[in-house]
């Protein structure tokens, strides 16, 4: 049987490009200018957690040689581009492509996730809403719905029979319901 871990994703405002002010904006107006520099310092604790498990879990050079990682917003493409996406980003000391460029450098495979389309298609929403365009839920709700469909065929046909994979996925995403969805079976826990 295939095992999944998941890590769910808590978004570092670096990850998120031209939508960083903004998303920085709605965190003051909603929490105040200290909700958002603690909301800074709480993503930071929180990434140093999920370092810390990791290395308890995948401790076992043969463990982590043998995994299969899966990073949300990762596109569907050649290896050597998901090696140079993850380094360039690592590079810009985003927590989450750190941690999945040990991994990589340890022997970990790293595969693509998603559907350019898709993702494009998400960005330009919130590129749209960013501007003053009001949110339709229903719009929202169909993107990351397909993306999740997306994201579990490529854990389907990349993670073995009895393979291990590392999944960070985004909180609002449902693997569960993917998977089921497209009756694949593989056990997903959370890390």
């Known amino acids: 049987m295939r095992t999944l871990y998941h890590v769910p ?111 494009l298609a998400e960005r330009a929403y919130w590129q749209r809403v960013a501007a003053g365009q009001p949110r339709d839920l229903d719009k929202e709700a169909a993107l990351l719905v397909g993306r999740d469909n997306y994201i579990a065929r490529c854990i389907d046909a990349s993670l073995p029979q009895d393979g291990i994979g590392l999944l960070f996925l985004g909180q609002l995403h449902n693997i569960h319901g993917a998977l089921e969805r497209q009756s694949i079976r593989c056990t997903v826990v959370d890390l």
């Open 9 to 119: 994703l808590v978004h570092s405002s670096e990850e998120l490009g031209s939508l960083k002010d903004w998303a920085l904006a709605q965190r003051i107006r909603q929490y105040g200018s200290d909700g958002a520099q603690a909301f800074t310092q709480s993503v930071h604790e929180y990434w140093q957690e999920v370092e810390r498990r990791i290395e308890k879990k995948f401790s076992d050079v043969k463990t982590v040689k043998g995994l299969h990682v899966f990073v949300d917003s990762m596109p569907d493409t050649h290896d050597e581009l998901i090696r140079r996406i993850i380094s360039e980003l690592a590079g810009k000391n985003i927590s989450l492509y750190a941690t999945v460029e040990k991994l990589m450098h340890c022997g970990a495979h790293v595969h693509a996730t998603e559907d350019l389309s898709l993702l």
